[in-house]
């Protein structure tokens, strides 16, 4: 058995299926009677090439990704792609600005970047009160008064530039739990759309022709930190007339290069290759999106459950599958005594990393690909004993 693992309800760097880390073990010594561990071969070897080429070929069979696009395995994990983006793709259209939608922690942190290189327009004003939980513009912990709902506004108040370069959005705010699952229908067809699906990717099916950029960091859903996938829209990169990107963000550079401009991250590909393996062997997105769909609905009943004990204070429609923010509320105000009772004693059911994000405090529990539904039983079944033990 593995008695000794413990369940990791984190937000990232995630737990990974038992069975993949065992074919991981099983090949630590000798991958493949190459006599090495993966990350001592060459990345120029053909066993590393049969590595990267398989994984690329297993994500374009998951997400019916087409061949104008290109599927890039790339360094400094999603965070550099918030400067990587702006950077290939501010300059698309004469107005050489971007529309950002910022609707949390996560998107806030992109437009800030991207504010570096050129004019950003916040498609909702910074005031608003739908900007997350953490949004840095806001005080911290709005979270404690949990009453106060927060979402992603109506799409008639957003204020659209005339011709951008693209728009951006953040699919699953982290930290706030805020998911948004299409694509806002208010941004005209012809709109480069950005998206960062760090935190939701391959929980859910998409249609990747809708986009023009999708990135997402692999500590989620499919495996090891420091790795980015970047799936991009070939057309828009021949367009891109910036001289002066820094050489591993430049998305021809790496194109021309396929994702080995410079030496990969190669075990974190590994690592990804089988993740990817994995999530087909799960029978895809379809069932993964199902798994998802259980897993949360475990979780939010039992808040909507609580009578106000549990609370989360993101409205319905964007409550997050992914990451679940809540609070523990008596006589109408949140109690930290009892969060952190609740943390100390889960600890003691050999579950861990369900503390809140430090920036808003209170419990978040994560549920990626790689917790199981028993395992989300065994959390809803000590947050009903707790709640029976401590709500009096
Ligand atoms: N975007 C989202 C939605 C995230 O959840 C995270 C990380 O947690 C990031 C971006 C940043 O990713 P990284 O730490 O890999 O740069």
Not at 167 to 183: L, P
């Amino acid at each position: 058995g593995h008695s000794t693992r413990k369940i990791n309800f984190g937000a990232g760097p995630a737990q990974l299926p038992v069975e993949v880390l065992e074919t991981i073990q099983n090949e630590f010594l000798d991958f493949n009677g190459s006599g090495s561990n993966v990350m001592e071969l060459s990345h120029r070897s053909s066993a590393f090439a049969k590595i990267i080429q398989e994984a690329e070929r297993d994500i374009r069979e998951i997400l019916t990704i087409p061949d104008s696009y290109a599927v890039l395995f790339l360094q400094g994990g999603a965070t550099a792609q918030f400067s990587a983006v702006a950077l290939n793709f501010l300059n698309l259209k004469p107005s050489k600005t971007a529309d950002y939608l910022v609707t949390g922690y996560w998107s806030e942190k992109a437009a800030k970047e991207a504010e570096k290189f050129g004019k950003i327009n916040w498609v909702v004003p910074k005031s608003s009160k739908y900007q997350g939980n953490c949004i840095q513009t806001k005080p911290k912990y709005r979270l404690i008064n949990a009453l106060n709902e927060i979402g992603v506004p109506a799409e008639d108040t957003w204020k659209l530039s005339e011709e951008p370069s693209y728009f951006y959005y953040c699919a699953n705010e982290t930290i706030d739990g805020v998911e948004m699952e299409n694509i806002p229908t208010v941004v005209p067809k012809d709109v480069p759309i950005v998206c960062d699906m760090s935190s939701n990717f391959l929980t859910r099916p998409f249609d990747v022709t809708k986009y023009a950029v999708i990135f997402a960091s692999a500590q989620k859903n499919f495996g090891a930190s420091g790795l980015v996938l970047v799936i991009l829209r070939k057309d828009l990169v021949e367009n891109n007339t910036n001289k002066s990107i820094p050489i591993i963000l430049d998305y021809k550079v790496q194109i021309a290069n396929e994702s080995m401009y410079n030496t990969p991250p190669t075990f974190s590909i590994y690592v990804a290759n089988k993740m990817f393996a994995w999530t087909k062997a799960q029978g895809g997105l379809k069932a993964l999106n199902q798994q998802s769909a259980s897993k949360s609905s475990l979780v939010y009943e039992t808040i909507d459950e609580s009578n106000g004990f549990y609370v989360n204070s993101v409205e319905k429609n964007y409550r997050s599958r992914v990451n679940i923010p809540l609070r523990i509320v008596t006589n109408g105000t949140t109690n930290e005594t009892l969060e952190a009772l609740f943390l100390a004693e889960v600890v003691k059911s050999n579950m861990f990393e369900l503390k809140g994000h430090r920036a808003v405090g209170g419990i978040r529990i994560s549920l990626y690909n790689g917790i199981t539904v028993k395992e989300t039983e065994k959390l809803v079944n000590f947050m009903r004993t707790f709640q029976a033990k401590n709500n009096s």
